[in-house]
């Protein structure tokens, strides 16, 4: 496992949308947010 190395923080974020990289783009890119995980549903 690997050691955390940042302060603990924990913001969690769901809506329902159809335009995933657009939100992407403004919570990492606008406000600053680091991505840290994600997943792919496939169906």
């Known amino acids: 496992m690997k050691d955390w190395t ?9 809506r329902p949308t159809n335009q995933l990289a657009a939100i992407e783009r403004f919570y990492c890119e606008g406000v600053g947010l680091e991505k840290i995980g994600s997943f792919n549903l496939i169906q």
């Open 6 to 14: 940042k302060e603990v923080v924990q913001v969690r974020v769901a």
